[in-house]
T-cell receptor, first 114, second 115 residues
Framework: ETGVTQSPTHLIKTRGQQVTLRCSSQ?????VSWYQQALGQGPQFIFQ???????GRGNFPPRFSGLQFPNYSSELNVNALELDDSALYLC?????????????FGAGSRLTVL | AQSVTQPDIHITVSEGASLELRCNYS??????LFWYVQSPGQGLQLLLK??????LVQGIKGFEAEFKRSQSSFNLRKPSVHWSDAAEYFC?????????????FGKGTHLIIQP
C-alpha cells in the first residue's frame, strides 16, 4: 500500500503571497488532516476533512483553508502569508472521521516565508 | 484543554544503554496516548499507542510505554538503544471537542546517541 505523499517538499514565498500545498492520502483512507510544525515545536492541528467537508479545526485563522477531493487527496491553501507561517506542514490520513484514531503522516512540505 | 508536556528537550544516551523519555498529560478522563518518532527529512512514524486495557504497551523497534494514571504519565522506554534511534520523539494525546478533533503534541525530545 502507498503511504501519504506531499508536494512540494520545499518552497519559498514572500510575505503577502498565497501558497497551495498538496497531499495524497494513503490508499483506503477517507479522512485527511493538516498540521503545522514550527521549528523546534511539536505539530499543531490545523483542520480535518471528511467527505470533502471540514469537520474539525484548530486555532488557525480563516486564511488557512483546505479542500478534499473525491479521491481523498487534499490541498492546504494559505493566503496573505506572514513570516510566522514559515514551518513544516504535515498532512495525515486516517480511516475514520471521529474519535481517536491512528494517523499516517507524510514527510511534509517545508515552507519558508521571506 | 488537553496538554502534553515533555520535560526533556534533549537527552543523550550511549549506544547500548537503556532509555526513558518522559511524557505527562493533562486530561480529566482516560486519555488516548501516542508516541511518534520523527527522523530528519521524514514524517512522523507511530511507535505505539494506548487506548485502553493493559497499561504496558509494546510498540515497534523494541519500544514500550507505560500508562500511569496516578502520575498522569506515559513514558517511553527501550532497554538498549541503537545509533539509528537518534531522532525527535513526540508524545501526543487525542483531543475531541470544541470543533477540534485531532492530536495535541508535546514539544518533543531530541534523542542523541553517543558511540
Amino acid at each position: 500500500e502507498t503511504g501519504v505523499t506531499q508536494s512540494p517538499t520545499h518552497l519559498i514565498k514572500t510575505r503577502g503571497q498565497q501558497v497551495t500545498l498538496r497531499c495524497s492520502s494513503q490508499s483506503g483512507h477517507n479522512t485527511v488532516s493538516w498540521y503545522q510544525q514550527a521549528l523546534g515545536q511539536g505539530p499543531q492541528f490545523i483542520f480535518q476533512y471528511y467527505r470533502e467537508e471540514e469537520n474539525g479545526r484548530g486555532n488557525f485563522p480563516p486564511r488557512f483553508s483546505g479542500l478534499q477531493f473525491p479521491n481523498y487527496s487534499s490541498e492546504l491553501n494559505v493566503n496573505a502569508l506572514e513570516l510566522d507561517d514559515s514551518a513544516l506542514y504535515l498532512c495525515a490520513s486516517s480511516l475514520v472521521s471521529s474519535g481517536a484514531n491512528v494517523l499516517t503522516f507524510g514527510a511534509g512540505s517545508r515552507l519558508t516565508v521571506l | 484543554a488537553q496538554s502534553v508536556t515533555q520535560p526533556d528537550i534533549h537527552i543523550t544516551v550511549s549506544e547500548g544503554a537503556s532509555l526513558e523519555l518522559r511524557c505527562n498529560y493533562s486530561y480529566g478522563a482516560t486519555p488516548y496516548l501516542f508516541w511518534y518518532v520523527q527522523s530528519p527529512g521524514q514524517g512522523l512514524q507511530l511507535l505505539l499507542k494506548y487506548f485502553s486495557g493493559d497499561t504496558l504497551v509494546q510498540g515497534i523497534k523494541g519500544f514500550e510505554a507505560e500508562f500511569k494514571r496516578s502520575q498522569s504519565s506515559f513514558n517511553l522506554r527501550k532497554p538498549s538503544v541503537h545509533w539509528s534511534d537518534a531522532a525527535e520523539y513526540f508524545c501526543a494525546t487525542w483531543y475531541s471537542g470544541g470543533g477540534a478533533d485531532g492530536l495535541t503534541f508535546g514539544k518533543g525530545t531530541h534523542l542523541i546517541i553517543q558511540p
